[in-house]
Each structure stands twice: as structure tokens, then as C-alpha cells.
């Protein structure tokens, strides 16, 4: 929706469809609620983040790892504890809260009956990034830049499209895209649901994910090995938010178990890649996440691509991180390769 922009004022529809008024445009913004690092990050795609922001949530993944690389200011936002309610956010005096749309029983609607605006987003298919990064653009008084974000990715997701363009069926690989947890001891194996983008972004990267079917929850799907040996998938692909990937798919690939899929037989089998975070999320970095898994599931169609020189445009042009401190702060943690040379 475009917004109506009253001398100061806004008007703008969130995520969920709610209209929200504003007499000017916010300035004192809180982040908060379960999923927050996917907001966060967003967030300081826009130049006004830094000034703008004066309370953020921080659950398991610790976003100022991240944010103090682009914000020197980050030391003074005052963090809130993963469960932070409406007494905790409060205090800081939000002229608007910004929360997933998932958020809206346990927590939206108590800031609402606090007289505290809440927007919504979404952030969870490419469609709905889209929508959503123009959202923030609106609220931060910056549609310009949200613009400029929306054709940065939709010029890379346009060649990723066209490289698997005319795949038959026969073409794309049956991939399995799978969470290893090793949180409490115990280790588990998730799928994602079939609605999250970590199963968009195989399709579009032209592979079949094996495992919607068994995944039409809305969270994560413990999947057992017999499983996972059963649907034999050409590729794996391993996600960890806790531990090196790479490592973890060596550990695998030693295994007797894993050692009979057809995957692990013919070395299709990788690690995602992660920086600070991974990149199969619906944090910014899901474009970069894309495009690798592209390159990986049909290195054929990507004979030039350059996954190192990607990753530099990408922190250059969304987060106007210089070349040198990407260099040092985040290429080193990459591995490109999914592998443990």
C-alpha cells in the first residue's frame, strides 16, 4: 500500500493488514519477541536504524556479534531478555514495537492495551521480504533505500531464475535440506516446515526437497535416520546454528550409517554456509544463501559465479560494510565449500 504522508504523519499497512497511524514518523523503535534476529538485521539495512532504534530483543543467536560490525552505537541500545514483555519494553517509551506477525496473541496484544504501537512483519517467503523491507521504509521515512533493497534482490533472484530456468523434472536433484541439533546431549535431525523459506529456497535454487510431505507443521520436524534413508536423497545439505557446519558434515560422511545414502557416496553432501549466522535463514543473508545453493545443486548453469566476490557486494550494498572489514570480519568464518578441507 503507498503510504499517506500527512505533513510529519504516516499511515501504513503492516504485515497482517492492519492499518497504522502515526501522527509523525517514529523515533524511538523497539525490536522485540521471539525470531527478532531476522527483524534486526533487516532492520539496519536502512541508514536510520542506528539512530532510531533504543531497545532490541536478543534470543539464542547473539545479534550485536553482528551489529556492532555496521552500528558503533550498539553498546548503548539496551537489550532485552528473550521473554521480555510488555513491563520490560515499556519503560523505553516505543513510539512503535516492531514484532513478527506471529507474535500477535502472546505478545502484540498486550503492548496494545498499553496504548504501544505495534507493527507487524512477516519476513518469511521472498514475496513477503519484499513487502516488508517497504514497510520498514515507510516507517523509517526511507522509500528510496527500500527500493533500492528490494532491487538488489530482486536482480539476483531474477538470475537465479533464469540459470534454472527449463529444468525438467528429471533435472533437479532430490534434495534434503536438515538441521542438526545437538542442544541437551542428545542428537537430533529437523526438517523445516514446507511454508518456511529454507524449503523455498531449495526449489528455487531448482532442487526438489524430499521432505514437505513430513513437514506441514509450523516448526521444525524431528526426522529420524531411518527417514532420511529412506527418501536416499542425491544431496544433503546440513544447517547448524551452534557448530561449525562443515565439521559436522565430516563427522557424517565418517559415519557408517550416512555412508550408504547416495548423497554421501558421491560427496554431495555440504554444509550450509554461516557468517555470524547462516544463510539458509529469513535474515538479509537469504539471498546469498540462494545463490550458493544454486550454485551447489547445479554447478553446471553457474559456471562463473563467485560466491566470495557475492558476499562482497552483498555486506558492501546493504550494509555499506567496507571491503577490508569484510574481508577480515566475515569471509574468514565462510566456508564456501560446505567442507572440511
Known amino acids: 500500500a503507498v503510504p499517506t504522508q500527512a505533513p510529519g504523519g504516516l499511515t501504513l499497512t503492516d504485515a497482517s493488514g492492519r492499518t497504522v497511524l502515526f501522527e509523525e514518523l517514529p523515533q524511538r523503535i523497539v525490536i522485540a519477541g521471539k525470531s527478532s534476529l531476522t527483524i534486526v538485521n533487516t532492520f539496519y539495512l536502512f541508514p536510520e536504524a542506528q539512530e532510531r532504534l533504543v531497545g532490541v530483543v536478543v534470543g539464542n543467536q547473539p545479534v550485536g556479534d553482528f551489529v556492532s560490525l555496521v552500528d558503533p552505537t550498539w553498546d548503548q ?16 517509551a516505543p513510539d512503535v514495537v516492531l514484532l513478527r506477525s506471529f507474535m500477535a496473541d502472546s505478545l502484540g496484544r498486550s503492548l496494545a492495551e498499553l496504548d504501544v504501537p505495534v507493527v507487524y512483519l512477516d519476513l518469511e517467503t521472498p514475496e513477503q521480504y519484499s513487502r516488508d523491507v517497504s514497510i520498514l521504509g515507510q516507517l523509517l521515512g526511507n522509500t528510496a533505500r527500500a527500493e533500492t533493497i528490494r532491487a538488489f534482490y530482486r536482480e539476483r533472484m531474477e538470475g537465479v531464475e533464469q540459470a534454472v530456468e527449463g529444468l525438467s523434472t528429471d533435472q533437479k536433484p532430490r534434495v534434503l535440506l536438515v538441521q542438526y541439533n545437538d542442544q541437551g546431549g542428545e542428537v537430533a535431525f529437523n526438517v523445516p516446515s514446507a511454508a518456511w523459506l529454507q524449503s523455498m529456497e531449495v526449489e528455487l535454487a531448482g532442487g526438489v526437497p524430499v521432505w514437505t510431505e513430513a513437514a506441514q507443521g509450523g516448526g521444525w520436524t524431528v526426522v529420524s535416520f531411518e527417514q532420511i534413508a ?21 563427522n557424517l560422511v565418517a559415519d557408517p550409517q550416512w555412508q550408504a545414502l547416495q548423497a554421501v ?58 571491503e577490508a572489514v569484510v574481508g577480515t570480519q566475515i569471509l574468514p568464518r565462510l566456508n564456501l565449500e560446505g567442507k572440511v578441507e
Open 265 to 322: 557416496q558421491n560427496g554431495a553432501i555440504y554444509g550450509f554456509p554461516a557468517d555470524i549466522f547462516s544463510w539458509d535463514q529469513p535474515d538479509p543473508r537469504w539471498i546469498l544463501g540462494v545463490t550458493w545453493l544454486a550454485g551447489k545443486v547445479h554447478p553446471d548453469r553457474f559456471p562463473g559465479l563467485d560466491m566470495e566476490r557475492e558476499t562482497i557486494q552483498f555486506f558492501g550494498q546493504m550494509y555499506g560494510m567496507d
Open 230 to 250: 529412506a527418501w536416499d536423497p542425491e544431496q544433503v545439505f546440513v544447517v547448524s546454528y551452534r557448530v561449525d557446519s562443515a565439521e559436522i558434515v565430516a
Open 77 to 92: 541500545k539496551t537489550v532485552l531478555a528473550a521473554d521480555a514483555g510488555p513491563e520490560q519494553i515499556a519503560p523505553l
